[in-house]
Each structure stands twice: as structure tokens, then as C-alpha cells.
């Protein structure tokens, strides 16, 4: 089971889907990417957002309706979000409710400015603290802003797991910091983060296929892997 953890599938919630029916849309071109589930992310920036609680039944709302008109043979569909990293996210008292699934792996994005100490230390303290497993979404975007090996150390540290686009596997600027990310061993999750079917469509299979030409079975058998375990904790049967 092979699962996109960073999707921007639900209708009408944020960047991504403008609809339901580019949502089906969306979720048709997983299918036949061989994705069996996935774990939708739209993003979470606080200050635009009343409440935790207001913007839950919102993605909710729009999950539920996505939900009734999605095809049985459809990859299966988990609510998560992208959560825009903010000062104080550390003690912010509802930041388990934005976990995804039922796991307690929370997606996490940095600010495209330079990654400081103090906002390591909270992603430390999500660890330590609230028993999260931050990942870190798309890292291969900050290469090059200061303070990028902060990134490396969290994930170095064990205190965070990064993810990376498939599609920065396949464009010509991202793929060699891709490519090294996964080799030095920095890379746990290759996702989609899909906004749509024409601009940033799904491709996670043409990604896959990449890594396995570049670095062999055995690096392509772990990301399956830590695909598999996580889907396994995000729908509760671990």
C-alpha cells in the first residue's frame, strides 16, 4: 500500500481542487499511479483561521462530501493537513488535533525565509513534548536558505522525518539536491503535494520510477516501507 501523505485534493479548501470534480479527477490519476490511499493536506496558516475547531468542520465538511461521491475502487482518502509553521506552534494546545489520521505524525512546512535555531527547538519540543512525529514537508525548497542545516540535524536527530515532491525528481533545478537528499539518507516519504490536473498534477509513479533507476531496489523497498507502516498508524492498526 503506497500512500500520498501531501495532496491538495480537497474541493475548494484552499490552493488546491477547485472542485469535486478535479478532485476525482485527481484521485483517478493516483489510482493509476498505482497510490492506494491518501492522506489530504490543506493547509492550516492560523492566523487565518478563527479556531482549530472552526476550520476542522470546514475540511470536514468538504472531506465528507468528497467521501459520498468518491468510487469504491478509488484510493482511500484520510484527513491530515499542511500546518505553516508559526512562533509558539511548540505550546499551541491544539496542535495534536491537526495530526494526521489517527497517528501521530503532524505535516509540518517551514516559512521560506531561514530556518533558525528557536524554530528547531520547537519542532524538538512538538517531539519531546506532545509525542508528535513531525514531518517535514517538500525540504528540498529550502537547500538554499540559511540555516537549511537545521532541517538536517532534526531529521539527523531523529526528532522529524522528511518528505520530498516527486515532482522535484523530474524538473531539472530541484533534482540533483533531491537526489542527494535521498541518498545521504534525509528522505523518509516522497509525496505529491498535487494542486491540480494540469499545473501540479500527481507523479508520484514517474518519481519512483526515478529513484529506483538512480539508487536500485533497496532505497525504493524502504520508502515503500515507511509508506506501508505509516498508512498502517494512520488508519489506527498500529
Do not use: W
Amino acid at each position: 500500500m503506497y500512500i500520498d501523505i501531501h495532496a491538495h485534493i480537497l474541493p475548494a479548501v484552499d490552493d488546491g481542487a477547485k472542485n469535486i470534480d478535479e478532485s476525482l479527477s485527481l484521485l483517478k490519476m493516483l489510482k493509476a499511479q498505482n497510490v492506494g490511499a491518501v492522506a489530504v493536506s490543506p493547509h492550516f496558516y492560523p492566523r487565518r483561521e478563527n479556531s482549530v475547531a472552526e476550520y476542522k468542520e470546514r475540511i470536514c465538511s468538504s472531506y465528507e462530501r468528497l467521501i459520498s461521491q468518491k468510487p469504491a475502487d478509488f484510493p482511500e482518502v484520510y484527513l491530515g493537513c499542511e500546518v505553516h509553521y508559526f512562533k509558539g506552534i511548540s505550546r499551541f494546545s491544539d496542535i495534536s488535533q491537526l495530526s494526521i489520521g489517527k497517528s501521530n505524525y503532524i505535516l509540518i512546512e517551514f516559512p521560506y525565509r531561514e530556518i533558525t535555531s528557536s524554530m528547531a527547538n520547537e519542532i524538538v519540543e512538538l517531539n519531546l513534548n506532545h509525542g508528535l512525529i513531525p514531518i517535514l514537508a517538500h525540504i528540498e525548497r529550502y537547500r538554499g536558505f540559511a540555516g537549511f542545516e537545521h532541517i538536517l540535524k532534526l531529521i539527523d536527530d531523529g526528532f522529524a522525518r522528511g518528505q520530498v515532491n516527486a515532482y522535484s525528481l523530474l524538473e531539472f533545478k530541484a533534482r540533483r539536491t533531491t537526489l542527494k537528499l535521498i541518498k545521504n539518507g534525509f528522505v523518509s516519504f516522497v509525496a505529491s503535494d498535487c494542486h491540480s490536473v494540469d499545473e501540479i498534477p500527481p507523479r508520484i509513479d514517474e518519481a519512483l520510477r526515478k529513484i529506483e533507476k538512480k539508487f536500485g531496489q533497496n532505497v525504493l523497498k524502504t520508502l515503500t516501507q515507511n509508506s506501508k507502516e505509516l498508512y498502517n498508524k494512520i488508519k489506527g492498526n498500529d
